[in-house]
Every structure is written in C-alpha cells, then in structure tokens.
C-alpha cells in the first residue's frame, strides 16, 4: 500500500507565479489536509478536504491560495501570484473515512519543499 | 495563539542517554496527542501516541507520560540512540475542531555517540 504521493518534491517559482501543489492520498483515504511548515517552526494547519468538498479552511490566507480535492485525482493546492514569504514545505495528510477513524492517525506525504525567488 | 507549547527548542543526548522533550497545551477539549518524528527531507511520520483517559503509553523505547490536570504531556526517548536524531514534535487533536492537528514548535534532537 503505497504512503502519501506528493509531487513535485521541489518546485521553483519566480514572484507573481503560480504554484500548483499535488497530493494523493494513501488508497482508502477520503479526508486531506494541507499543512504548511516554514523554516524551523512547527507545522501550521491549512485546509481539510474530503472529496468534493472544503471542510475547513480556517487555516487558509484569505487570498492567493485554493484548495480542491476533485472526485477523480489528487488534492491540488495552488497559490496564484506567489511571493517570497510563500516559500516553505507544504505537507499534505490523509487519514481514512471517519467511520475508521479509531486512531485519529494523520499520514503524512514527504512534502514540497517552495521557493520563490 | 499558540495552543501547544513545546520545550526545549533543541537538545543533545549522548547515545543510551535518556532523551525528555515536554509539551503544555491550552485547550481542555484535546482529547488526541500524538508525537511525530521528522527526518531532514521527509514528512512527519507518527511515533507514538496517547489518549487522555491514560497517564502513561510505552512502545519500545518510546514513552509518553500525559498529567491531565497539569495540561501536559511529554516523550522520554530511553537508550536514546544516533539514529534517533531528528526534529520530534508533539502535537493535538480534538474539541471543535477534531480534524485538525495542532503542532508544537518542535525539538531538533542529536544524539551524539
């Protein structure tokens, strides 16, 4: 059963790109969350999905960033316009549906690690 | 606001050296509190973790102690070993907002041998 798929690993972008981040989630899941981890600080939760729908983005700035998580593919997270404060590793998790949720247990992928020039 | 505190910021262990790392949250509503282990370049993988109707977990080397009415909860890391050296961070989940976790600053761990 393969982990958490985040691709790319390492993406570039120059200020006033967009950033399109990738995520699949282990088979069987149905709930991602996006977190965000800047340089030496703990990680910072985002948004959390499940198919088709946003469930809570409270974690999400305003502007420039969206989140979806399609029917069919990954979760996709994208930051339009980016700037150099966008620069971090942003992880994506998945955990099963809330009927098996007996151990809370997130996983997670190994991330994508931004910079923006 | 920072809801999960976590200290110390880095610490070093010599090898078989007991390595303790302690965390205070706020919200009484937690009812989740895992520990997660990350290598440079990886993602946070669960180590362990603990819910509140106990005080203590044990898994291998691995324990955390939880004190329910002090609000914190920490991991003791015995024999710690090189290969144990990573950032460890603690973390929570529960309340209203039962889906997503709330991380501690994390603890950047060397062991040396």
């Known amino acids: 059963n393969a982990g958490v798929m985040q691709n790319p690993r390492h993406l570039v972008r120059r200020r006033g790109q967009e950033a399109r981040l990738r995520c699949s989630p282990m088979?069987?899941?149905?709930?991602v969350y996006w977190y965000r981890q800047l340089p030496e600080e703990g990680l910072k939760f985002m948004v959390y999905?499940?198919?088709?729908?946003?469930?809570?983005e409270s974690g999400m700035p305003k502007e420039r960033f969206s989140a979806e998580f399609p029917k069919e593919g990954p979760s996709i997270l994208r930051i339009q316009q980016v700037v150099r404060g966008d620069s971090a590793a942003y992880f994506c998790a998945s955990s099963p549906s809330l009927a098996d949720l007996a151990g809370n247990e997130q996983f997670f992928g190994p991330g994508t690690r931004l910079t923006v020039l | 606001q920072q809801q999960v505190k976590q200290s110390p910021q880095s610490l070093i262990v010599q090898k078989g050296g007991i390595s303790i790392i302690n965390c205070a949250y706020e919200?009484?509503?937690?009812?989740?509190f895992p520990w997660y282990q990350q290598f440079p370049g990886k993602g946070p993988a669960l180590l362990i973790a603990?819910?509140?109707?106990?005080s203590e977990k044990k898994e291998g080397r691995f324990t955390i102690s939880f004190n329910k009415s002090a609000k914190q909860f920490s991991l003791h890391i015995m024999d710690s070993q090189p290969g144990d050296s990573a950032t460890y961070f603690c973390a929570a989940l529960g309340g209203t907002s039962y889906e997503k976790l709330t991380f501690g600053q994390g603890t950047i761990l060397t062991v040396h041998p």
């Open positions: 999905l499940q198919k088709e729908n946003i469930i809570d």
């Open positions: 088979k069987g899941h149905s709930h």
């Open positions: 919200n009484t509503a937690f009812d989740y």
């Open positions: 603990i819910r509140p109707d106990v």
